[in-house]
């Protein structure tokens, strides 16, 4: 009966050292993903003068600060030519980009 007693205590300690020790790392990566939003960025470096293609782009989670000012419609983006060196994971401002318009007569 004492050998059953020492197990048992044993478990529930090391239950009570490891359980926050788990759940705190689970409420950070909801924590980070609640203050996260969901953007266009690009899938890969992307020179000066590309075009950007639909394979070129992906949907990924950034921070907010760095969405403000970004185009974050796709369809405005495909088809327009860089002026400036992305790396991959970048956002991609206006001021960054040559708009095409099109014009209707």
């Known amino acids: 009966m004492k050998k059953f007693i020492k197990v048992s ?6 239950l009570f050292i490891c359980l926050p020790l788990f759940t705190s790392d689970i409420v950070l990566k909801k924590m980070e993903q609640l203050f996260m939003v969901s953007a266009w960025v690009t899938k890969a470096e992307l020179a000066a003068g590309q075009t950007i ?8 989670y950034i921070k907010p600060k760095k969405i ?16 400036v060196y ?3 994971g970048s956002t991609i401002y206006l001021n960054e980009v040559v708009m095409f318009e ?4």
């Open 9 to 14: 205590s044993c478990s529930v300690m090391v």
């Open 53 to 60: 293609t639909a394979d070129l782009l992906t949907e990924a």
């Open 68 to 83: 403000y000012g970004s185009i974050q419609s796709q369809d405005k983006l495909i088809g327009q030519t860089l002026t």
């Open 86 to 88: 992305k790396p991959a």
């Open 102 to 105: 099109t014009i209707t007569r």
